[in-house]
């Protein structure tokens, strides 16, 4: 089975700081996504990776950046958190001969 | 720009009762994803459908594609209520391994 991995289920932060969202893949998947999911919002591409340090921007890149410096592992940056970044965090990721996007148990961010 | 629409976006029904939901984007596209969320929790892949004319059947879940009318229908037979949850379907633009969302669709299934 696919597992993605996401570091941390739960954070707290305060308006300010710089916060890291990790996430691991263990099907060797060429792509990979940061969705965030607000209530009546749905699901929003914030970025994605379909490589090895190649990233593209979603539809609401700003206030966040991205790392890909290995395969397997694809990182979520707010280089200073702000309250409107409180939400849900999802990863993915998806590749192979399979069209399936697999999701991580999310990251839910309260930013104070 | 790919837009994906719900329709209902929130749903109570009986069990026992049958029902379809349905699904629609704005441009061509040829995958048409259904997932469920349980309160909580993750994302789960339901059906993936690859073609027009696609019908993929799960227990009491069926889903069907029609890419020339950009509709994909997820239909519930005799509900029960496990199945309640929120159900999302997505699109993807033109090849493109992003996929965009619908709002999803939260049923509650009573008793």
């Known amino acids: 089975d696919v597992k993605v991995t996401q570091s941390s289920r739960y954070l707290v932060k305060r308006t300010g700081e710089k916060v890291f969202l990790e996430c691991v893949q263990d099907?060797?998947?060429?792509?990979m996504f940061w969705y965030r999911q607000d209530p009546g919002l749905g699901l929003r591409l914030i970025y994605f990776?379909?490589?090895?340090?190649?990233?593209e921007k979603g539809d609401i890149p700003e206030g966040y950046s991205v790392s890909r410096e290995k395969k397997e592992r694809f990182s979520l940056i707010l280089e200073s958190a702000s309250t409107n970044q409180t939400s849900m965090y999802l990863c993915?990721?998806?590749?192979?001969?399979?069209?399936?996007?697999?999701f991580g148990e999310g990251s839910r961010l309260t930013v104070l | 720009e790919l837009k994906v629409e719900q329709n209902p976006l929130f749903l109570s029904m009986q069990e026992g009762k049958n029902y379809t939901i349905y699904c629609n984007y704005s441009?061509?596209?040829?995958?048409l994803y259904w997932y469920r969320q349980d309160p909580g929790k993750s994302l789960e892949s339901l059906f993936v459908?690859?073609?027009?004319?696609a019908v993929k059947q799960e227990g009491r879940l069926m889903a069907s594609l029609d890419t020339k009318a950009r509709l994909s229908t997820l239909h519930i037979t005799a509900a029960v209520h496990d199945l309640s949850a929120t159900y999302f379907c997505?699109?993807?633009?033109?090849?493109?391994?992003?996929?965009?969302f619908g709002k999803g669709m939260k049923l509650t299934v009573n008793p």
């Open positions: 990776s379909y490589d090895v340090k190649m990233k």
């Open positions: 459908l690859l073609s027009n004319g």
């Open positions: 997505a699109s993807s633009q033109g090849g493109s391994e992003k996929l965009v």
């Open positions: 441009t061509t596209s040829d995958r």
């Open positions: 993915a990721s998806s590749g192979g001969t399979g069209w399936e996007l697999f």
């Open positions: 099907m060797d998947h060429e792509n």
